[in-house]
């Protein structure tokens, strides 16, 4: 039903994390299929992600490319994009189930999904990043690359997936449209 794909680059430390996250919805049969999309670690990102029993795709690629060739690799009707090192919190699993059970419903007007960045009640020691981003949620703003993206296939496709530059996660979003993208009730951890 769902396939998650990673960007990475030089993530060995940072996958695991992302990938302990994701444990409870293959446990419960809603992911079916981790890719990897690597920018050519040298580290031990390759042997993290075989040792956790994930899809590993290697290029020099742009971060679009690589997303987009990732993507086209899966066959499940849901995408969940993430990057290394976030790991959405309790709960997630649940609330992604609600938002594709109420979104299959409704084909005419499919939708996308973020999940919500830290805000003050869940950072001790919140930094610069993360009181930005609070703020440009809190004020309107739109989501960002950082808190992942939840997105059927069919929508992925017809908006022609994301483009072939660095800037491809954050263009994608923009070409969604805030309308079109819903904040997930479930927050998610971003690497320090």
């Given at each position: 039903?769902?396939?998650?794909?990673?960007?990475?680059?030089?993530?060995?430390?940072?996958?695991?994390p992302?990938?302990?996250?994701?444990?409870?919805?293959?446990?419960?049969?809603?992911?079916?299929?981790?890719?990897?999309?690597?920018a050519?670690?040298?580290?031990?990102?390759a042997e993290?992600?075989?040792?956790?029993?994930c899809?590993?795709?290697?290029?020099?690629?742009?971060t679009?490319?690589?997303?987009?060739?990732?993507a086209?690799?899966?066959?499940?009707?849901?995408?969940?994009?993430l990057r290394?090192?976030a790991?959405?919190e309790a709960?997630?699993?649940?609330?992604?189930?609600?938002?594709?059970?109420?979104?299959?419903?409704s084909?005419?007007?499919?939708?996308?999904?973020?999940?919500?960045?830290?805000?003050?009640?869940?950072?001790m020691?919140?930094?610069?990043?993360?009181?930005a981003?609070?703020?440009?949620?809190?004020?309107?703003?739109?989501?960002?690359p950082?808190?992942?993206?939840?997105?059927a296939?069919r929508?992925?496709?017809?908006?022609?997936?994301?483009?072939?530059?660095?800037?491809?996660?954050?263009?994608?979003?923009?070409?969604?449209g805030?309308?079109k993208?819903?904040?997930?009730?479930?927050?998610?951890?971003?690497?320090?």
């Open positions: 039903m769902l396939s998650a794909i990673i960007a990475t680059h030089e993530s060995e430390r940072a996958l695991v992302t990938l302990t996250a994701l444990v409870p919805a293959t446990a419960v049969g809603l992911l079916t299929a981790v890719v990897i999309a690597d050519g670690s040298r580290d031990a990102t993290v992600a075989e040792f956790a029993g899809r590993f795709i290697s290029s020099t690629d742009p679009g490319m690589r997303l987009k060739a990732a086209a690799s899966t066959r499940a009707p849901w995408l969940l994009f290394a090192g790991a959405p709960g997630w699993v649940q609330a992604v189930e609600r938002f594709i059970a109420a979104n299959t419903v084909e005419n007007d499919p939708r996308a999904a973020v999940f919500r960045p830290a805000g003050i009640s869940d950072l020691r919140p930094g610069l990043s993360e009181l981003a609070l703020l440009r949620v809190t004020f309107g703003g739109a989501p960002r950082e808190q992942g993206l939840l997105i296939r929508s992925y496709d017809a908006l022609g997936g994301h483009s072939n530059d660095e800037q491809a996660e954050a263009m994608l979003l923009r070409r969604l805030r309308r993208v819903t904040v997930l009730p479930v927050t998610i951890s971003l690497p320090l």
